[in-house]
């Protein structure tokens, strides 16, 4: 029996060295200098959950519902119960278990492409530089400075599982079943369905191209044996989240996602179906905005660039009197983005370089790969374009399965990002394969030739003559005097121009070591020495624009939620169970207010439908103080005009926590319930849908004259559990300030009784006569069976895991003790 071949392993091991060196590199303030860095998605969460999270520090035990945001809403997207998944211990491991998410997502970034590279049969310091080029692609540092921490994990692992695929459609199953079962169940723990959305089309889009090259073949037979196998994985590798996905699934119904209640919503939505197409399609790409792939700052960069001192801007505000630390900070912040998105944290850049050579790839790779890549790249262009390519893409918005779930199209990018990357790297890896036929010599310089003409043409035509193809206004340039609009102007036209002159500067470089290699022919290994520099260089420089060092902020600095002066006035209050309106900020796209307080607003993509048709009806244009009162808004902070700062205001008709009504208001449908609200009285009237009537016994006797003696008080409060003492002569029903929701479960005196929905959102009960203990519990019994179904699931994937390493092992043995000494993968 052979030894252990090490050297075998050796590349693989220096490009995880590699991968490390630059990942704490990039993030040197957060390892060296202690620093942290702020992250807008990461603190709506903090706010989201604190309840929940507070709650499980105090108790140990977990809460199903989260009061904190929207007057309540479940808790399947914030801090739920963890559940027991593999897949999560393996992440842990592949990304070396860095503490922190921000040096993680780019570690896994960079392994997850380079084992999609060795499955195309890429040499590893080839690989080395393909992952550099994925992983430093400018869209996903800024997710991580953006906070979209699933996101970017999601995406991570979106090569692997392409190369699993890969690896078993060419025969290489043990590895390749192995690779797809371990990136895929990862990828699903990560639960961001829209990038998993986007990774079905890129592997459907290769299903179709290998589908048919097999008919071409005549191995439709090996096909259908792959395809066979890589469903069977798929099936075991959902096992561990199954459970969480069925709980996510059936919240996801309820949400703004799950499609419309309303028959008539005043934003024209249709009933049953996803989001409104144009709440989807609000982040559209521009089509001219897509030049960004070339040229990074082709439409302005991001919405709050910094310009600089010696910008037109900066002189423009000297000229006219606003020099010094106001200038200054105006132009650190510059509204220089001026495409059709409402804002952005920065381009989609993916490299000069890799343009270059996307393009070269499309003369020079042949075969199966080449196709998928292309049609796959197309595709991504176009989806990003939302509403700037209405016709095509509204066809898919209301005919693709599931596309009217997701929002922000120019997400859709994420698999150019990867498809680019991708067939660049194969550019190279032909290029040097080919050339040792001396025959070849000549054809191959002359498609470099056009791929540099091709992608340094548009550079330079961008360099010498951008400034006319534009007008660089933007939206909100109406918000600044003309003075500054032009200046503004001015500093858009000459960045475009200098990013142009710099990509072309770079496809130059590129070009000019290629065709060094081919002229001069020196190891391969200096050209791939040589570009990976470049591309490295390329990337790096422009990501810092974005991910810099001025957003690594001292610890202390980086605590996201300092309470104000309001906060504090109302924290002072001794009761706690009450809500805030916070009118000084937007307030449906906003987290501070809810970590101080159970707020009327929050952000989040999937707050519950019912809850948004209130916003639209009630809070939107005129705010309806009726709804207001019946959800407790007990105090409201408003802008104050003298201070400029925030005043509190106390609302004298909030409710309270519950209340009896004594006038049962019956509607024909929700479209009838939600305009009832309109105008009622809330203290005495309940508008109830006619579907619950028979739920209520003898609803007639409910509507009594009004027992002034009658009460009830909230005792006892938890995110999960809340009782309350009632007392009463008559039968009567009793309003609660809590949004209704299936989980919840009522009880008087320990028996079970139902929840009638009430005013469009809110929960009633049926309470008989004299004294008694009512009592609310979320209970999610589906993620309760969900756990069960993880545990489960995890021991089936770990056995195959176990199963697959064993079998592969046996097969390395077996060629061994034959003598061979092949470093292919392990078929």
């Given at each position: 029996?052979k030894?252990?071949?090490?050297?075998q392993?050796?590349?693989?091991?220096i490009?995880?060295?590699?991968?490390?060196?630059?990942?704490?590199?990039?993030?040197?303030?957060?390892v060296?200098?202690?620093?942290?860095?702020?992250?807008?998605?990461?603190a709506?969460?903090?706010?989201?959950?604190?309840?929940?999270?507070?709650?499980?520090?105090?108790?140990?035990?977990?809460?199903?519902?989260?009061?904190?945001?929207?007057?309540?809403?479940?808790?399947?997207?914030?801090?739920?119960?963890?559940?027991?998944?593999?897949?999560?211990?393996?992440?842990?491991?592949?990304?070396?278990?860095?503490?922190?998410?921000?040096?993680?997502?780019?570690?896994?970034?960079?392994?997850?492409?380079?084992?999609?590279?060795?499955?195309?049969?890429?040499?590893p310091?080839?690989?080395?530089?393909?992952?550099?080029?994925?992983?430093?692609?400018?869209?996903n540092?800024?997710?991580?400075?953006?906070g979209?921490?699933?996101?970017?994990?999601?995406?991570?692992?979106?090569?692997?599982?392409?190369?699993?695929?890969?690896?078993?459609?060419?025969?290489?199953?043990?590895?390749?079943?192995l690779?797809?079962l371990?990136?895929?169940?990862?990828?699903?723990?990560?639960?961001?369905?829209?990038?998993?959305?986007?990774?079905?089309?890129?592997?459907?889009i290769?299903?179709?191209?290998?589908?048919v090259?097999?008919?071409?073949?005549?191995?439709?037979?090996?096909?259908?044996?792959?395809?066979?196998?890589?469903?069977?994985?798929?099936?075991?590798?959902?096992?561990?989240?199954?459970?969480?996905?069925?709980?996510?699934?059936?919240?996801?119904?309820?949400?703004?996602r799950?499609?419309?209640?309303?028959?008539?919503?005043?934003?024209?939505?249709?009933?049953?179906?996803?989001l409104?197409?144009?709440?989807?399609f609000?982040?559209?790409?521009?089509?001219?905005?897509?030049?960004?792939?070339?040229?990074?700052?082709?439409?302005?960069?991001?919405?709050?660039?910094?310009?600089?001192?010696?910008?037109?801007?900066?002189?423009?505000?000297?000229?006219?009197?606003?020099?010094?630390?106001?200038?200054?900070?105006?132009?650190?912040?510059?509204?220089?983005?001026?495409?059709?998105?409402?804002?952005?944290?920065?381009p989609?850049?993916?490299?000069?370089?890799?343009?270059?050579?996307?393009?070269?790839?499309?003369?020079?790779?042949?075969?199966?790969?080449?196709?998928?890549?292309?049609?796959?790249?197309i595709?991504?262009?176009?989806?990003?374009?939302?509403?700037?390519?209405?016709?095509?893409?509204?066809?898919?918005?209301?005919?693709?399965?599931?596309?009217?779930?997701?929002?922000?199209?120019?997400?859709?990018?994420?698999?150019?990002?990867?498809?680019?990357?991708?067939?660049?790297?194969l550019a190279i890896?032909?290029?040097?394969?080919?050339?040792?036929?001396?025959?070849?010599?000549e054809?191959?310089?002359?498609?470099?030739?056009?791929?540099?003409?091709?992608?340094?043409?548009?550079?330079?035509?961008?360099?010498?003559?951008?400034?006319?193809?534009?007008s660089?206004?933007?939206?909100?340039d109406?918000?600044?005097?003309?003075?500054?609009?032009?200046?503004?102007?001015?500093?858009?036209?000459?960045?475009?121009?200098?990013?142009?002159?710099?990509?072309?500067?770079?496809?130059?470089?590129?070009?000019?070591?290629?065709?060094?290699?081919?002229?001069?022919?020196?190891?391969?290994?200096?050209?791939?020495?040589?570009?990976?520099?470049?591309?490295?260089?390329?990337?790096?420089?422009?990501?810092?624009?974005?991910?810099?060092?001025?957003?690594f902020?001292?610890?202390?600095?980086?605590?996201?939620?300092?309470?104000?002066?309001?906060?504090?006035?109302?924290?002072?209050?001794?009761?706690?169970?009450?809500?805030?309106?916070?009118?000084?900020?937007?307030?449906?796209?906003?987290?501070?207010?809810?970590?101080?307080?159970?707020?009327?607003?929050?952000?989040?993509?999937?707050?519950?439908?019912?809850?948004?048709?209130?916003?639209?009806?009630?809070?939107?244009?005129?705010?309806?103080?009726?709804?207001?009162?019946?959800?407790?808004?007990?105090?409201?902070?408003?802008?104050?005009?003298?201070?400029?700062?925030?005043a509190?205001?106390?609302?004298?008709?909030?409710?309270?926590?519950?209340?009896?009504?004594?006038?049962?208001?019956?509607?024909?449908?929700?479209?009838?319930?939600i305009i009832a609200?309109?105008?009622?009285?809330?203290?005495?009237?309940?508008?109830?849908?006619q579907?619950?009537?028979?739920?209520?016994?003898?609803?007639?006797?409910?509507?009594?004259?009004?027992?002034?003696?009658?009460?009830?008080?909230?005792?006892?409060?938890?995110?999960?559990?809340?009782v309350?003492?009632?007392?009463?002569?008559?039968?009567?029903?009793?309003?609660?300030?809590?949004?209704?929701?299936?989980?919840?479960?009522?009880?008087?005196?320990g028996?079970?009784?139902?929840?009638?929905?009430?005013?469009?959102?809110?929960?009633?009960?049926?309470?008989?006569?004299?004294?008694?203990?009512?009592?609310?519990?979320?209970?999610?019994?589906?993620?309760?069976?969900?756990?069960?179904?993880?545990?489960?699931?995890s021991?089936?994937?770990?056995?195959?895991?176990?199963?697959?390493?064993?079998?592969?092992?046996?097969?390395?043995?077996?060629?061994?003790?034959?003598?061979?000494?092949?470093e292919?993968?392990?078929?």
């Amino acid at each position: 029996m052979k030894k252990i071949n090490f050297r075998q392993w050796l590349p693989h091991l220096i490009a995880i060295l590699v991968f490390l060196v630059l990942t704490i590199a990039y993030f040197s303030p957060i390892v060296f200098d202690k620093k942290d860095l702020p992250q807008g998605d990461v603190a709506s969460a903090q706010a989201w959950g604190k309840d929940l999270r507070d709650y499980h520090e105090k108790t140990g035990d977990y809460a199903y519902w989260s009061n904190t945001m929207f007057s309540g809403m479940p808790a399947n997207y914030t801090y739920s119960p963890p559940t027991p998944n593999i897949f999560e211990y393996i992440s842990l491991v592949l990304r070396l278990d860095l503490n922190k998410l921000h040096l993680g997502i780019v570690f896994l970034y960079l392994i997850g492409f380079y084992i999609l590279l060795m499955a195309l049969g890429v040499k590893p310091w080839l690989g080395i530089v393909g992952a550099i080029a994925y992983a430093f692609a400018s869209y996903n540092l800024i997710i991580i400075d953006a906070g979209h921490v699933n996101k970017g994990l999601a995406m991570a692992t979106m090569a692997p599982v392409i190369g699993g695929i890969i690896l078993t459609y060419r025969k290489k199953y043990l590895i390749g079943i192995l690779t797809t079962l371990i990136f895929t169940g990862i990828h699903i723990f990560y639960n961001h369905q829209q990038i998993t959305y986007y990774l079905m089309l890129i592997i459907a889009i290769m299903f179709v191209v290998y589908l048919v090259y097999a008919i071409k073949e005549k191995a439709i037979k090996d096909f259908a044996k792959s395809s066979a196998i890589l469903l069977v994985v798929a099936g075991i590798a959902v096992l561990p989240s199954l459970g969480r996905m069925l709980t996510i699934m059936d919240y996801t119904k309820e949400t703004m996602r799950g499609g419309a209640v309303l028959k008539n919503n005043p934003n024209g939505q249709k009933e049953g179906t996803g989001l409104e197409v144009d709440y989807a399609f609000q982040w559209s790409y521009g089509t001219g905005e897509t030049w960004s792939l070339l040229i990074p700052n082709v439409a302005g960069g991001s919405s709050h660039y910094n310009i600089g001192t010696n910008s037109e801007c900066y002189k423009t505000l000297k000229s006219n009197g606003i020099g010094g630390a106001q200038g200054k900070n105006f132009c650190k912040y510059a509204p220089t983005y001026w495409g059709p998105q409402p804002f952005t944290s920065g381009p989609v850049y993916a490299g000069a370089i890799i343009c270059f050579l996307f393009v070269l790839g499309l003369l020079i790779v042949k075969g199966r790969e080449k196709w998928w890549l292309l049609l796959a790249t197309i595709l991504s262009i176009m989806l990003s374009w939302g509403r700037n390519f209405a016709g095509f893409n509204e066809f898919l918005f209301y005919n693709l399965p599931m596309y009217s779930k997701f929002r922000t199209p120019s997400m859709a990018l994420v698999i150019a990002g990867v498809t680019m990357a991708i067939l660049a790297i194969l550019a190279i890896k032909e290029l040097i394969e080919q050339l040792k036929d001396e025959t070849r010599k000549e054809s191959i310089l002359r498609k470099v030739y056009i791929a540099a003409g091709i992608t340094g043409g548009f550079a330079l035509i961008f360099a010498l003559m951008g400034g006319g193809f534009y007008s660089f206004s933007s939206a909100s340039d109406s918000s600044y005097p003309e003075w500054l609009t032009d200046a503004l102007q001015a500093d858009r036209k000459s960045m475009l121009t200098a990013d142009a002159w710099r990509s072309f500067a770079f496809i130059f470089l590129g070009f000019a070591l290629i065709w060094a290699f081919i002229k001069y022919k020196f190891k391969a290994n200096y050209l791939i020495l040589g570009l990976g520099a470049l591309i490295l260089i390329d990337l790096w420089v422009v990501d810092r624009r974005f991910l810099g060092d001025e957003n690594f902020v001292p610890k202390r600095k980086a605590k996201t939620f300092q309470p104000t002066e309001a906060d504090l006035i109302i924290l002072q209050d001794k009761d706690p169970n009450y809500r805030v309106l916070n009118l000084t900020t937007s307030t449906f796209n906003e987290s501070t207010t809810s970590y101080f307080h159970k707020s009327i607003g929050g952000y989040s993509p999937v707050k519950l439908r019912r809850y948004q048709d209130i916003i639209d009806y009630h809070f939107s244009k005129n705010l309806n103080t009726h709804v207001l009162d019946m959800l407790n808004t007990r105090y409201v902070i408003v802008p104050n005009k003298e201070t400029g700062g925030q005043a509190v205001q106390k609302n004298p008709g909030a409710l309270g926590n519950a209340w009896f009504v004594d006038t049962l208001k019956w509607v024909a449908g929700p479209d009838e319930e939600i305009i009832a609200l309109t105008d009622f009285n809330p203290a005495t009237t309940a508008v109830i849908d006619q579907v619950w009537k028979e739920k209520l016994s003898n609803p007639d006797a409910l509507q009594v004259m009004k027992d002034s003696t009658a009460s009830i008080t909230m005792t006892d409060y938890s995110p999960g559990n809340i009782v309350y003492k009632s007392t009463n002569s008559k039968e009567q029903l009793a309003v609660f300030s809590e949004v209704f929701y299936k989980t919840w479960h009522a009880y008087i005196d320990g028996k079970e009784l139902p929840i009638i929905r009430v005013n469009y959102i809110l929960r009633s009960v049926q309470v008989p006569a004299g004294a008694h203990t009512i009592e609310f519990k979320c209970v999610d019994e589906l993620f309760a069976k969900s756990k069960k179904i993880s545990m489960w699931g995890s021991i089936i994937v770990g056995v195959t895991i176990l199963l697959l390493i064993g079998l592969m092992i046996r097969s390395e043995l077996r060629k061994k003790n034959k003598g061979d000494s092949s470093e292919n993968a392990i078929e």
